[in-house]
Nanobody
């Protein structure tokens, strides 16, 4: 019953910006870590950014200084603000969340993915 719905992807020129959103809904007791992954054609999925419930963040080296992850815990939503986008950022971006749904069950959930394309 838990689902993550992503939005905000699209086509943008190099140097432009996009903001991705991911809202979790369903039988949620608590959302722990949340993060954004991406997968480009011919490459493995990689972690782009993550955030703990308390606000600690971590970024992949290539996006440091350009991307910002943030959370609105009251809305069960995580965002990824992407600035100074480069063609190398082109990928399908996936939201992921470590969610407790009962006192005994906790696991990762994934969004459907949203395409980000950066043109040169």
């Amino acid at each position: 019953q838990v689902q993550l719905v992503e939005s905000g992807g699209g086509l943008v020129q190099a140097g432009g910006s996009l903001r991705l959103s991911c809202a979790a809904s369903g039988s949620i007791v608590r959302i722990n870590d949340m993060g954004w992954y991406r997968q480009a054609p011919g490459k493995q999925r990689e972690l782009v950014a993550s955030a703990t419930r308390g606000g600690s963040t971590n970024y992949e080296d290539s996006v440091k200084g350009r991307f910002t992850i943030s959370r609105d815990n009251a809305k069960n939503t995580v965002y990824l603000q992407m600035n100074s986008l480069q063609p190398e950022d082109t990928a399908v971006y996936y939201c992921a969340a470590d969610i407790t749904i009962t006192t005994l069950y906790r696991r990762d959930y994934w969004g459907q993915g949203t395409q980000v394309t950066v043109s040169s």
